[in-house]
């Protein structure tokens, strides 16, 4: 069962405006989150994390909000760039023995338009 | 600085056929592990190490073997190549702790593979 989803596959924003990606899940063991950015033919790049032991965490243009009671994240951009079209991951991590494991959504693919 | 390299970038191969993918990192990550990328799926965990001579499954382990003989290295074997393993293969290294506020993962560029 997924324990990270991305339940929007696709966005589309005018350039200058806010891009809001989201994300839910569903293991309150989890106290790391990151959002990944990938464009078509090269791997992941890390983008921004948040710990939970924080609500907030902005990094330029870019802001992750948690929200642990609603199990929510979203990812805000602001403002879009086209060079801000790609693919945008979730992902979640808990400590303990599965510390190690990174749980990935599936992915938002946003366009930016011109 | 070359990162994460993964070879080849691209294979088909017959059901049946063996294969390894190569991953290598120059960072002195203690943590690497294998994902691969299907359509609708997200990236899903095979196979990590935390270090030289320690390996464990992740969400998808079947079909798969790794080992990990040198902090730099980490193939992942195919056995017996079958249909459902046509996929994206990422490789990717971090530095420990991973989870719990630690380090993000570093990914190669990835490794398409089809089976016929």
């Known amino acids: 069962d997924q324990q990270v989803k991305q339940n929007s596959p696709s966005l589309s924003v005018q350039e200058g405006r806010i891009s809001i990606l989201n994300c839910d899940y569903t293991n309150s063991m989890f106290d790391y989150f990151l959002w990944y950015k990938k464009y078509p033919a090269e791997g992941p790049t890390f983008l921004i994390s948040i710990s939970s032991i924080k609500d907030k965490n902005e990094d330029g243009r870019f802001t992750v909000f948690l929200n642990k009671s609603a199990k929510h994240l979203s990812l805000h951009i602001v403002p879009s760039q086209p060079g801000d079209s790609a693919v945008y991951f979730c992902?979640?991590?808990?400590?303990?023995?599965?510390?190690?494991?990174?749980?990935f959504g599936t992915g938002t693919s946003l366009t930016v338009i011109p | 600085n070359a990162g994460v390299t993964q070879t080849p970038k691209f294979q088909v191969l017959k059901t049946g056929q063996s294969m390894t993918l190569q991953c290598a990192q120059d960072?002195?990550?203690?943590?690497m592990s294998w994902y691969r990328q299907d359509p609708g799926m997200g990236l899903r965990l095979i196979h990590y190490?935390?270090?030289?001579?320690?390996?464990d499954q992740g969400e998808v382990p079947n079909g798969y073997n790794v080992s990990r003989s040198t902090t730099e290295d980490f193939p992942l074997r195919l056995l017996s190549a079958a249909p459902s393993q046509t996929s994206v293969y990422f490789c990717?290294?971090?530095?420990?702790?991973?989870?719990?506020?630690?380090?993000?993962?570093?990914f190669g560029e990835g490794s398409r593979l089809t089976v016929l």
């Open positions: 992902a979640a991590s808990a400590r303990g023995s599965t510390g190690n494991q990174f749980y």
């Open positions: 190490s935390v270090g030289a001579g320690i390996t």
């Open positions: 990717a290294s971090s530095y420990l702790p991973t989870g719990g506020g630690g380090g993000e993962l570093f």
């Open positions: 960072m002195n990550h203690e943590y």
